[in-house]
C-alpha cells in the first residue's frame, strides 16, 4: 500500500528564511509524488509532482522538492519564505503511479510565516 | 475562466435533509473526483468517475450517491445527512499527471 507521513503538522518561519518541509512516503513501486498547497478558505493548487524523471523537481513560486529513494523522502524546500507562502501544504502520493488514479493525501504541515 | 467549479460554496442545512453539490468542469479531462476534507484539514478520496463511469468507490456511506450527467460535470447527493457529514467537499479532475481541484463547499449541518 502507498502512503505519505509528513513529519511536522506545523512550521513557523520568518520572512525570508529558508522552509523545508518533510515527507517520507511508503510505496511498492516507484511512485508519483506531488506537494499541494491550500492557502485558507480556497482550493488546492499543485505545487510541484514527481513522475519517475529528475530526482530534483523545480515547481511554481520558488519551491522544489528532491527524490530520494534511498531515504524514501521528498522534502519541499524554498531558499526564502515570503508572508504568502503561509499556508497548508500537502505531500502526496499516486495510488498506482498515476495521478488519475487515487490519491493518498499526508496529514498536511500548516507553515506560518512571521514578519 | 474557472477551470473547476462548484456550487454552492457554503451550504448549510438541518440533519435530515437531502442535498446536492455540483461540480463542472471546462478542462477536457475524463476523470473527476470527489474528496472529503474534514475539520483537520484531511483529505480523502470518495469518488472517482472516468468518462461517466465510476472507478473508485472508497467506504463512503450509501447515503452519497455521485452522478455523472456527462464527462464535464460529477454531482455529489447526500440523502438523510447526518452532522458527521459537516466538511469541505472538493471536486477535482485530472489530466494525466496531474489533478485540478475545485474551490470547495463547506457543508454544515445542523
Known amino acids: 500500500a502507498q502512503s505519505v507521513t509528513q513529519l511536522d503538522s506545523h512550521v513557523s518561519v520568518s520572512e525570508g528564511t529558508p522552509v523545508l518541509l518533510r515527507c517520507n512516503y511508503s510505496?511498492?513501486?516507484?511512485?508519483?509524488l506531488f506537494w499541494y498547497v491550500q492557502h485558507p478558505n480556497k482550493g488546492l493548487q499543485l505545487l510541484l509532482k514527481?513522475?519517475?524523471?529528475?530526482?530534483l523537481v523545480k515547481g511554481i513560486n520558488g519551491f522544489e522538492a528532491e527524490f530520494k529513494k534511498s531515504e524514501t523522502s521528498f522534502h519541499l524546500t524554498k531558499p526564502s519564505a515570503h508572508m504568502s507562502d503561509a499556508a497548508e501544504y500537502f505531500c502526496?502520493?499516486?495510488?498506482?503511479?498515476?495521478?488519475?488514479?487515487?490519491?493518498?493525501f499526508g496529514a498536511g504541515t500548516q507553515v506560518v510565516v512571521t514578519p | 475562466d474557472t477551470a473547476v467549479s462548484q456550487t454552492p460554496k457554503y451550504l448549510v442545512t438541518q440533519m435530515g435533509n437531502d442535498k446536492s453539490i455540483k461540480c463542472e468542469q471546462n478542462?477536457?479531462?475524463?476523470?473527476m473526483y470527489w474528496y472529503k476534507q474534514d475539520s483537520k484539514k484531511f483529505l480523502k478520496i470518495m469518488f472517482s468517475?472516468?468518462?461517466?463511469?465510476?472507478?473508485i468507490n472508497e467506504t463512503v456511506p450509501n447515503r452519497f450517491s455521485p452522478k455523472s450527467p456527462d464527462k464535464a460535470h460529477l454531482n455529489l447527493h447526500i440523502n438523510s445527512l447526518e452532522l458527521g457529514d459537516s466538511a469541505v467537499y472538493f471536486c477535482?479532475?485530472?489530466?494525466?499527471?496531474?489533478?485540478?481541484f475545485g474551490p470547495g463547499t463547506r457543508l454544515t449541518v445542523t
Open positions: 510505496s511498492s513501486y516507484s511512485p508519483s
Open positions: 477535482a479532475s485530472s489530466s494525466a499527471y496531474e489533478q485540478y
Open positions: 502526496v502520493v499516486g495510488v498506482g503511479g498515476d495521478s488519475w488514479g487515487k490519491l493518498q
Open positions: 478542462l477536457g479531462h475524463d476523470t
Open positions: 468517475y472516468n468518462n461517466k463511469e465510476l472507478i
Open positions: 514527481y513522475t519517475s524523471a529528475a530526482t
